[in-house]
């Protein structure tokens, strides 16, 4: 007997891509819609449960609600040439009206009233020019917070030992926000880039008539890009102001 056709909607349908570097957790998102009247029960799986850590792996979706699903991708040794065979399954049905265990709905259910989608993932790592735009802003950081202790270092002895405990508290405490600040900012870069990859690659498969909207959405990421730079150094050279300040006093 035919199953019956999958009612959730998913986003991606047919495939999750995980883009590297994969020294650390990378993870995917898996939109799970359900536009039916009906509560509908889910479950994924997967062929290599070691490699990957699912939240939720279960659960219930209410009746025109959706769930995102986070599959987090374990780190390991990438090879280019060799092609993931890895695969989920979105396995679902339709809950009943007086469920209480839902572990024995699943136990219960006929082969008939379960549905379910397959995805293949695909690993890809960061375009060159993604890295070399990576590696210019963080070295735009590292050269923008070592022009902090380069002045902090030449300032004048006398002053430095005429500051009493508390205001020493106070500078540290400005440098560990500034550091946490410098890695915000790092980060919000980070997240422009890959949306700014993402959106060239789309572009890129939609064909040459669109190729002036891809020249200005590309310009926009470029822009923020810069915008996030230039209030990283307006934050470091205001706490130097700070920070000299109170010293000079």
Known sequence: MARTEQVLVLEPQHELKFRGPFTDVVTATLKLTNPTERNVC???????PRRYCVRPNSGIIDAKNSVNVSVMLQPFDYDPNEKSKHKFMVQSMLAPYDMTDMEG???EAKPEELMDSKLRCAFEMPLENDKTHESESN??????TSSVKTELSSLPKSSSTSLDDGEGKKI???CKRLQM???RLREENKQIREDDGLRKRKVTSMGAPHSSSS??????MRDEGLGVRVLAFCVLFFVIGVIIGKLAL
């Open 105 to 107: 709905v699943w136990k």
């Open 139 to 144: 070295k735009t950081v590292s050269s923008s």
């Open 42 to 48: 889910f479950k994924v799986k997967t062929t290599a």
């Open 215 to 220: 020249g200005m959405a590309t310009s926009t």
């Open 172 to 174: 540290m405490e400005e």
């Open 181 to 183: 600040e410098v890695l």
